[in-house]
């Protein structure tokens, strides 16, 4: 729409027969030409969507989100058919986004203070019991690590993986199962012929 409310032309011709059976009572005709209209936006490229995306809307999009662009373009569409939310439903959308408790990123343990079983919470079978110290000479010296109910322990600081112990241990990515001796390399086949 333009800054006065009036339809961009290139969309107000867009749908005006579609318009047209809808004030002729002829609800289903409009459905099926919204229907056809989905259609052809799934058959079309990103670059036309796009387009069609700067017809409806007057503006350019830098999205090239197949999915997203049709989604977009089908919803104004149908709100150029149909009409747009009433004003009392875009008060109570606007009031829900306005929600002062409304989160927009998941709080750190959610799912430890819920008792929700994620995939990061699964024990790896190859780790011992928590409370087993792991041993391993390097450079010269024994680096212990106390295995924990949830993570590691090493000089004093708690880590999250093995991996991150070895790093902090050798200053380099290591695979921290592999570095305390408690999974082996495996064994590359060779192709050679024989």
């Known amino acids: 729409m333009g800054a006065d409310g009036e339809l961009l032309p290139a969309a107000q011709g867009a749908f005006m027969e579609v318009r047209e059976e809808h004030r002729g009572g002829k609800k289903q005709a409009m459905e099926q030409a919204m229907t056809e209209e989905m259609e052809r936006l799934r058959r079309m490229p990103v670059q036309q969507l796009r387009a069609r995306y700067r017809e409806v809307y007057g503006e350019s999009t830098s999205s090239s989100h197949k999915q997203h662009l049709v989604r977009r373009i089908a919803w104004r569409l149908q709100v150029l058919a149909q009409g747009d939310l009433s004003e009392r439903a875009e008060r109570r959308a606007r009031e829900i986004a306005n ?9 750190r343990g959610w799912a430890r ?47 999250e993986s093995l991996s991150a112990v070895a790093r902090a241990i050798t200053g380099t990515r290591w695979n921290g199962l592999l570095f305390f001796g408690l999974t082996g390399r495996k064994k590359v086949k060779s192709h050679a012929a024989g």
Do not use: C
């Open 99 to 107: 929600d002062a408790d409304l989160k927009t990123q998941v709080p």
């Open 113 to 159: 203070d819920a008792g929700v079983s994620t995939a990061r919470s699964r024990r790896d079978r190859r780790l011992p019991e928590a409370g087993t110290i792991l041993r391993r000479p390097y450079r010269e010296r024994t680096v212990e690590v106390k295995v924990l109910a949830e993570g590691f322990e090493y000089a004093g600081q708690r880590y």
